[in-house]
Every structure is written in C-alpha cells, then in structure tokens.
C-alpha cells in the first residue's frame, strides 16, 4: 500500500541535528516515519493525535512549522498544491481570519482600497478633526512655550533687531493694539519687529503659537500703514484659531499614520509626503486667515481695498525675485490672493463672512 | 553577452556547481552567485538525506568535511506586499493596537524566509508582551520628546529615567529577541550581566540624548556644534562596544559566539564614509553651480534647482550610506566567530547603492505603495551577502533552557531606533 506522505525535518528541541523524516496525516493522527525508499516497511518513529499539535500559519511556499506536544518541532515541506495543509485543516486546525485576507488576492486588493481611502479622508479630514479634537485639551501655555522657544532659535540663527524707525513702530502697534483691544478683549498677543541678520530686507510676516505676531523690516517698509494692518489682521486670524498648533497636532496624526504604513526605515519618505500634504493644509488655513483679515478690517473701518493693495505690494515683490512653482507653496498663489481680496472690497459691507465671527 | 541571473543551475552536476563557485565573478553577477549558492545548498541538503544502503540511523549527520554556505533569502515581495497591505489597514484601524501582532507575522516572515544550510529560522514573540512593552516604550518616547518644554528640571529627570532604565531595556529587548528566535529548533539566547550593559549603554544614551539636554537647559543651540562634535569623535567606539556585545553575547542552545575586538576598524568605516559623504557633496554643489549659471531663471529652472537642492542633501547620504552598510556588515561578521564555525560577508558596496538608488526612485515614484517590494529586495541581499564557513562538519549544539524575557525592552528599542542591528 502506498502511504501519502511529505518530507520533513524533526527536531528534537535537545540538540540542532537534522533528523530527514516523512510525515503522514491519517485521520486524527500525525505519524512520523525515517525518510528511506520503501515507507510501508519503514518503523514508526512517532504517533502523534493532531489535537495536541500547535500548528503555525503557514506562509506561502515557506516549509510548515509544527510543535510536537514533547518539546520537539516538524519542519514540513507540503507540496504546490497545499495538500498537506488541507488534511490538516480538516483535522480542526483552521487558519485564523486575518490569515484568510493575506492568503487570497481579492481580500487583499480590497484592504489596499480601504487603506488609501482612510489614508486619503485622514489627510483630507480626519487628521484635521483630531487635531481639533486633541488641540482641546492643549493648554495655552504650552503654545506660549513653543512660541517663545521658536522665536529664540530664530533670533540666534536668523533673526536681527530692528532698524526702522522707533516713531513708526510705535504708531502701528498702537494702532494695532487699539483695534484688537476693541475685537478681542480677552486675547493674548505680541507684536515683534524683526530685520534679518544677512542684512537683506526680507519680506514677510508670520504668527508663532502662543499669540506671538512677527513683522520683518522689508515688509513694513514697502507698506503704507494700512497694508501693514491688512497683514496684521491676517496672522491675527493665525492666533486666533490657533493654527500653528492645530498644524502640528494634525502633522503629528499624519506622521503616525505613515509611520505605520511605511515602517522606521523610510521615516524620510514619509516625512517627505506628509510635508507636502503640510503645504496643502496651509493653503487653506491662508485663504481662511485671508477671510478673517477681510472681517477684521470691516470691523475697524479700514478700507478693505488695503489688503488687495498690500497683496499686489507682494506680487511686485515676488516678480523682482522669482515665484515659487505651485505644489511648493505653503501660500495661495498671490495672484489669487489678490482677486479676492478685491471682490471682497467690492462687495457690500452688509456680505457675511465665513471667518471671524467665533 | 549574457544577462545576470539568467543561468540554471539546477542542470548543472555537481562538480560543474563547485566550478562555478570557484570561477563566478560575485560582483558583476550577483543574482547568478546567489542562484548558485542556493542551488548548491539545497544539494547539500539531498546529499546529507540517508539513502537506502545506510543502516536507517537517522540521528547521524552525514556531512564529515568542512562547508562554505550563504544564508538564503526565500520570501518574495509580492508575498510581503499582501502581508503589509493588511497590517497597516488594521494597525491604523485599531489606532495602533495590531502593531504588536502584524510585529511577530512579519518577524515569523522573515525569519521563515531566511535559510541557513537549507533549515529555515523561526520566530516566536508573543503579541501581547510586545503590545505592553510599546505601549510603555511610546510613553517614555513622549515624556523625553515634550519634557524639555515643559522645564529643565522635568526634562533632566527623564534623561536620568532614561539613563537608569534604557540599558536594563536594551538588554531585556536583545533577549526578547533572541530567546525568540531559533533555528533547527533550537533557540538563541542574549547573556550579558547587567554591569556589562549598563557599562556599554549609558555612554551612547548620554551621547544621544545629549543635544536635547543641552538645548533645553540652555534654551538656545549655541554652543550645540562642540557637544555634537565631542559625542561624534567618541560614537565610532561606541558603535563598537554596542557591537562587540551584541555579537559576543549572543548563543545558540548552550554555545557562545565570539567577536574580536575591531575599534580601529569602526574608526575607519566612520571616516571614510564621512569623508565620501563631502567629496560627493562637494561634487554635486560644484557640477550644479555650474548649471545653475546657466539656465535661466524660469519656470523649469526652479524645478531644476529644487532638484538640485534634494540632491545635494540625498546623493551623499544615499552614498555614504550604502558604503557604511556594506562595510559595517563586512567588519561585523568577519569579526564573528561561533566555536569552528567563522562568519563573513560578500556585501558590495556598488551593488548595494544600485539597490538602494533604484528601490527608492520606485517607492517615490508610485506614492509609496512599491515599499514592500523595496524592503524584500534589499533585505534579501543583505541576508544573502551572509557567508558561513568552516573547516569541519557543522557543529551539533545541544539545548539550554531559556529564560524569561520581556518585550518591554524589546519594544522600547524599536521605537528610539537605537537598535543599530544588522
């Protein structure tokens, strides 16, 4: 009679000698025999119920492992068609779900849909929605801490004193400080003059977390009063709906859930795709800081029009050094900056506006 | 002119085989030497199988003469890819909890596809200690990444937690490992009295976590550049010590390996790589500028220069970085010795950065979804750059009971990356 068998390799557990064996599945028990020609003849090495076998999920091609209730261990070698696998699974050891949806094609072509879809509603909403969540539960003196840290590495590294005109300082954060004493009473802000230490007029303004507003030279000097207020009421929408720190609790969720996708080995290409996901995010926080600056100006009876001539300042700006291409922008493209801001000049001061109103 | 993994070394006899490896030229035909050492593995296997004219004693080992082998590598990228696919689904699903079980599948993975003298090795970490010992090692990650902003004093005290627990982890996460690991059924082991790891590990968690102390307790980065400096000039020694103990520590059954001190050479895998690193540096600054001048400031000439901005910062580590891999694997293994038995490795450089430079391009290009592939192709030549050689037959090593291991350890390492492993 001829015996259905696969060739294994027993271990014992006591020593790393190979013992060449042939395993044979009858019933609800596992026999091993020597691996010699004639198998019927062959004495049985061990008679073993399947019951008391720990049978690993098979991988593929890769031999099947199996642990012997003794301590020893079976090393399988089941052929292409997975012969030996089907007896066993009928002898009760059936393979768990997550094995199920690795092992066909299908199941695993939907998990890849599933995954893009949650990693693309992540970046689109759900990384927004958790960061608003957590941001919560964030004391402000957390974002006074990182602001002030972020500043002082900024003033050793980059940042200089300012040169302008104590006169002129003055008589903007007065002002300033007047017309958000007027819409905010409660809130906590700074306002900073800054030059740079290359000497180079840089153009820019930014908010830091923790209410922190700074305003370089060359923008300051390239504005009228207004304009610069137009600016102000724009990173002033920053610190009011806390968007650096709602930017980095929602870079954080990003970078987890790369992590998890791509492992530590390629943190870089994952850093890499959640930077420029960053920039995307930032575009719609400017339009929206945009929109409050809009309210901000209405509110304190400065033409809205100084924002649409502070943008097209910008745009000057930007063509004497070159624009940068859109998909590196952390900002709208000025240009489109600028048509809003004169369609919303234009339109009647009555026209609601979606920011500003919380 | 013949195409690199093309040749079938199944028709071959046995003595063409022994030719073949004599004569190949391993640099040029990577696939067709790895093509061939698995086809002569697997023969040794059939040859060690007892025959019909042998008495059936099956407890003897035929081999009697000495043996050269490459680890083998088995597992495809395709296979890899249906494993990742579903594991990161239910990871970011279960908000990290499935990390712990899609941890011991891939390891078991891996370690079912890594071949020595034909018997594969086998993983057997169990979920729920790994989970724990994340879950611990994530919250001493974020306590050292957010204390500093909260006060120096809070910052210190978790670098002193650090410096007090990160040895005693790293030392539980190495016989985690180990003890979990096993090949012809036997398990390795990790042995290192506690003096040993704290003597080894409090130096790189000072070194490491140097930066960060000396930021936060002066609340600025000057001075940053000598701390970093210093810590730099030691790291090659201890990289060395990491090493030297990692390698002689470790056991199979009842038996030790052994490792032979090599502190010149990490120095001079440090150096050179560092000094590689600028020469490409300088290169591509130097042919860019030049490029630079002569392009006109447009729309494609922005494109060319952030290009030229990614590579200044990509092509020397990519570079560097694949001849630190190569020669760290060549200095650590043939270092390493197990009683008889000496290790090596045929790792190239050259072929590694070819690796490297195209699996990258692929996983960039397809937004990601290529990483499994990439991850398969480069661990399989790292795995099969392995050799084992020996004078006489493989050693026959007998069993010792394992220990208790904790995954805490395990865990904890994992996620500092400063498990700098092969």
Redesign the interface.
Known sequence: MVIVSWRAHWFDGQRSTVHAVRVSLDGQVLRIRPDVGDESASRVLAEVPTRGLTVAERFFAAPRKIELPDGSSLQVEDDPAGGFDRILQQASHAPGPVYRLIDRWRNVLACLALLLGVIVWMDRQGAGLMASFVIRFVPSSVDVRIGRSALAVADALWLAPSRLPVLRRNALEDRFSHLVHEQYPDLTWQLEFRSTRSGADAFNAFALPGGTIVLLDGLVKAMDDEEVLAVLGHELGHVVHRDVMHGIARQMGLLAVAGVVWGHMSRFAASVAVGVQRLHFARDVETDADAFAVTFLRRAGIPVRSLATAFSVMQRQEQATGAIPAFLRDHPSTAERLRAAAAAADRPVSGSSRAGND | MTVDGEINYGEFKREELLEALNSIDRARYPLNFANLTREIDTREIDA?????NQP?N??T?TAKSGFQAHLTF???GA?Y???W??H??????SF?VY?A?AKV?KA??FA??TQLLG??F?YHGRPRRILLGRVIALGLLIAYRRSF??SPIAGLTVVGLLVVLGPALYGAAQRFRLTNTS????RFGFEAPPRTVYAVCVPLVLAWTSATVWAGVH????GLRAVIAVWLLAWPALHASLKSMQHERTR??EQRFAFRPALGAFYALYASAVGIGLVVYCAVLLVGSKLWVSLP?A?LG??LF?AWIVATIALPCIVAGSYFMAGLQRLVWSHTTFGELRFGSTIQTTVLLGLLARN?LL??LT??VY?PFA?VAIARYRVQSITVESEGP??????RKHGNATAVGDAAF?LF?LDVGW
Do not use: C, M
């Open positions: 060690r199988a007892p025959n019909e059936s099956i407890l080992d088995t597992g495809t296979e890819f249906r494993i696919v579903v990161a689904l239910l990871t970011v699903l990290g990390s079980w599948r078991r993975w079912q596809h018997d594969p086998d902003e909260w090949w012809r059924g036997l609340g600025s980065p000057k199979y059954g400031p729309f922005t494109i952030g990258l996983v960039v937004a990601g990483w991850a493989p050693p026959e090593i007998a069993a994992d990356g």
